[in-house]
């Protein structure tokens, strides 16, 4: 028999439990923030709260569980107050989208962070959210899933990209792909990449600028985003 979610089944029962499901997934996210999504684990977090590991399942029974709980913490950074979603559909969804960017900005292991079939309230909040926000287009049900799928792919895909743009790399690592890359360039095989990186002119001194600063990657989400908007704008005229 399925094993119901673990937010369908009590907290544990005593008067004055010691721990609450949101602090043991306040503290395993503060361990995936501080070391990474793989150092998260039930003996880990236990000794972040200063608890013994068996101590912890009496709360969390398994690490897919605890998984659950910090994906429903992350959801709970993206919700909106009451009253505090932007009115008009295109304003409410570029603000949830740029809110959960911003969540997954400040979290970038989130992006990786091994997901089942288990969605807690903060994530039926968001979902239901997201859904309000598109309530006024007209799109029917179908159209309301594509524009969610499209958006969510949109702002999980940048916030990889950025993701992996933040990553901290060797500097001798990067030296030795950008010998590699310049070698290969020198062929003649890649021109129009070759043109790219001089400014759209070959042998142009002028080269792009890839953003490597939190506000380039801002300001390069928010122009993707309207270009995405605009598409969903076309949808909704239709």
Known sequence: MPRPPIWARPEPSARAPRFSRERIAAAALEIADAEGID???MRNVAARLGAGTMTLYNYVETKDELFALMDDALMAES???DGEL??????????IARRTW????RHPWAVTLRQGPAIGPNGMLHFEQTLAALAGTGLDHAGKIDVLT???AYVFGSALKAGEMRAET???QVKAVVEYGMEQLATGRFPHTAALL??????SAEAVQLPSTADAMTAQFERGLQAVLDGVA?????
């Open 39 to 41: 150092a998260v684990s």
């Open 79 to 81: 919700v909106f107050a």
């Open 86 to 95: 932007p009115a008009g559909w295109r304003e409410a969804t570029a603000a």
């Open 102 to 105: 911003a969540v997954l900005a």
């Open 150 to 152: 499209i958006v969510d």
């Open 170 to 172: 060797d500097p001798e």
């Open 198 to 203: 001089n400014g759209g002119a070959p042998g």
């Open 234 to 238: 076309r949808l909704v005229e239709a």
